[in-house]
């Protein structure tokens, strides 16, 4: 298991970014697959998930901005983030999860600009 994430960057409130994770292998393997954000200082928190049968689940402070999708033919999970503001800034992790276990990959940086 490999996640590789990336499409961090700088952005001005008001913008969007897509961070991928894409995994060596399938990620059919997860049961389910996550974004977590962690801002310093801060504890690490969950952003957004989906499970292998597509139901997802988004924290509070994104719903209807951040959308989390799959591509498992691509093995690849995607975060679609819109409308970023200054308070979504943060290193983004990707987590894939079974069998009661976690995979990480390395975060990505997410810096909004006001």
């Known amino acids: 298991v490999q996640l590789q994430a990336s499409g961090g960057g700088v952005v001005q409130a008001g913008g969007s970014l897509r961070l991928s994770c894409a995994n060596s292998?399938?990620?059919?393997?997860?049961?389910?697959m996550g974004w977590y954000r962690q801002a310093p200082g801060k504890q690490r928190e969950l952003v957004a998930s989906i499970t292998n049968g597509g139901a997802t689940n988004y924290a509070d402070s994104v719903k209807g901005r951040f959308t989390i999708s799959r591509d498992n033919a691509k093995n690849t999970v995607y975060l679609q983030m819109n409308t970023l503001k200054p308070e979504d800034t943060a290193v983004y992790y990707c987590n894939g999860g079974r069998l009661g276990l976690n995979y990480w990959g390395q975060g990505t940086q997410v810096t909004v600009s006001s």
């Open positions: 292998g399938t990620i059919l393997s997860f049961t389910r």
